[in-house]
């Protein structure tokens, strides 16, 4: 078992996130426990509260370091055209969810008391100015708010499409392929908006 004197609370910072995300992975956010985490690393729950302020603190920086993760997934999805580019983000936000599907889950089940801090609604509007930014390159003459808005409109279809598709309900409402159903979406929402 770990000492306390072995590490220091960056590294004791470290190792509870990164237990409680295996945690979050292998078992789902509901399994996530200030105990759990300290009998994985071999410290106190004691040790936990030194380095994060109470259990929302912590579950802020699990769903930051996914939304982190998320954001260079997003920025990493490459296209010839802005419609193809903003069909491969997309495309990769559906991926991301599938593969993470507890951490992605997480960002949007996990409830909080207290306020959301600045720095982690930075790191939401990290992830919509990427799908904002293909849209101003879409239509250059729209303006910034209308780009803001056709970014979450599209973005809640996709989220929605991603939600029926890992809960098992996408078959239910007419489509069994999540990917053709955002495919769609996406060609049908650029065609609209772009009239």
């Known amino acids: 078992m770990a000492r ?21 992975i292998e078992d789902g956010f509901h399994a996530l426990t ?6 994985d690393i071999g410290y106190t ?3 936990i509260y030194m380095v ?6 912590l579950i802020m920086h699990i769903k930051a370091r996914t939304l ?6 997003l920025l990493h999805a490459k296209a010839d055209s802005v419609e193809q580019h903003i069909q491969a983000l997309a495309d990769a936000y559906l991926a991301f969810a599938h593969q993470h599907f507890n951490r992605w889950r997480m960002i949007f089940d996990a409830q909080h008391d207290a306020p959301v801090p600045e720095w982690y609604q930075q790191k939401i509007q990290q992830v919509f100015l990427i799908v904002e930014a293909a849209f101003r390159k879409l239509c250059p003459g729209q303006s910034d708010e209308q780009a803001r808005l056709a970014a979450t409109a599209l973005w809640s279809g996709v989220h929605g ?15 069994e392929n999540a990917q053709v159903t955002v495919n769609t979406l996406v060609k049908s929402f650029i065609q609209g908006w772009r009239a």
């Not at 994060?52 to 603190?57: K, L, Q, R």
């Not at 982190?68 to 997934?73: F, G, S």
């Not at 939600?163 to 489509?175: A, T």
Request: hydrophobic share 40%; glycine share 8%; proline share 0%.
């Open 52 to 57: 994060f302020a109470n259990m929302d603190d």
């Open 45 to 47: 729950v004691g040790s």
């Open 68 to 73: 982190d993760e998320l954001a260079e997934r």
């Open 34 to 39: 200030v105990r759990k985490i300290a009998m």
């Open 161 to 175: 499409v991603c939600v029926l598709s890992l809960n098992g309900s996408l078959g239910r409402v007419g489509s």
């Open 4 to 24: 306390r004197s072995e590490h220091t609370q960056e590294q004791i910072r470290e190792m509870v996130l990164h237990a409680a995300e295996t945690i979050v």
